[in-house]
């Protein structure tokens, strides 16, 4: 079957406006979701590395894989009242980027508007569906579709309050997502999103459901290879994912806030700047440091 025909058949199913959805704890087992994310999937395979459609033979279907992407949106919105202003913004750069004839997608104005720091508050979930690249995984700017859900804890929130207040911090749990996050990503940065400008961004966000997850299963490997006693209480935090999330919470907002802060305060993103890599290597092990010492 040919990539159009395959699309056509996708969309055949797709009439109308899907039910909408009012609860975000559920909204992953919602038949809206399940269309948007199978749009989103298929439009992928339409995309160039930028972002773009360029074969017009595609246009027909791509269209209708937007339209079923955009009605998702829709159904879904109730149930994410906290970011309806960027849900609907996205609406419309989806829309304005098929009148536009599926060039390079430009979402700044949904960006602008998607403002998840201002809400972290424990458990509150967001729907994202931008044109992006993932970090760790490929370059191309595919849409992608997620379903993600906060981890703010008392003592986090106690934290930020105090001695590391950092207003562009976000601790985000996956839930669902398109294949784009089906790699070693493990975060959600503003400048990954196609856009036609770089704006001043004001959040950053960090999946420690995957960086817990991770350590969890790569400590457990090395201290069996090397046949190591771990202590009680850290052998505790390997079998408790939810214990681990809340401490990879606690250690990134305390190394995150380090690198503006101290004897040598920095720009995470030297490395772009084509500075020598054995600086940036000392940089993060300062935060490390800095934050195994407070953690403790």
Not at 274 to 294: G, I, V
Request: charged fraction near 25%.
């Amino acid at each position: 079957m040919s990539i159009i025909s395959a699309h056509s058949t996708a969309v055949q199913a797709i009439v109308g406006e899907p039910e909408v959805v009012e609860d975000a704890s559920i909204a992953e087992q919602s038949v809206a979701w399940a269309q948007l994310k199978d749009a989103a999937i298929a439009i992928r395979e339409m995309q160039i590395k930028d972002g773009s459609i360029p074969d017009a033979a595609h246009h027909a279907a791509a269209r209708d894989l937007v339209a079923a992407i955009t009605a998702g949106i829709r159904a879904l919105a109730p149930a994410f009242p906290h970011d309806a202003e960027y849900l609907a913004a996205s609406v419309v750069d989806f829309d304005r980027w098929v009148s536009e004839g599926f060039g390079v997608p430009d979402f700044l104005d949904s960006l602008l508007a998607f403002q998840p720091q201002q809400h972290r508050v424990d458990g509150i979930r967001h729907l994202v569906v931008f044109p992006m690249y993932t970090q760790n995984g490929s370059s191309d700017r595919l849409v992608e579709a997620l379903i993600v859900e906060t981890i703010w804890p008392e003592f986090i929130a106690a934290l930020e309050a105090g001695d590391y207040g950092n207003k562009l911090f976000v601790s985000l749990r996956l839930v669902d997502f398109t294949p784009g996050y089906d790699t070693n990503s493990a975060v959600l940065f503003p400048e990954t999103v196609a856009m036609r400008e770089i704006p001043s961004f004001t959040w950053g966000a960090i999946f420690q459901d995957r960086e817990a997850a991770r350590y969890r299963r790569v400590t457990r490997a090395a201290a069996a290879i090397t046949n190591l006693d771990l202590p009680e209480r850290a052998s505790a935090m390997l079998d408790d994912q939810q214990v681990a999330e809340k401490t990879f919470v606690m250690w990134d907002i305390i190394h995150d806030r380090t690198h503006m802060r101290g004897d040598l305060p920095f720009d995470p993103f030297m490395i772009k700047q084509r500075m020598p890599f054995f600086l940036y290597s000392l940089e993060e092990m300062r935060c490390d440091m800095t934050a195994f010492r407070e953690s403790v």
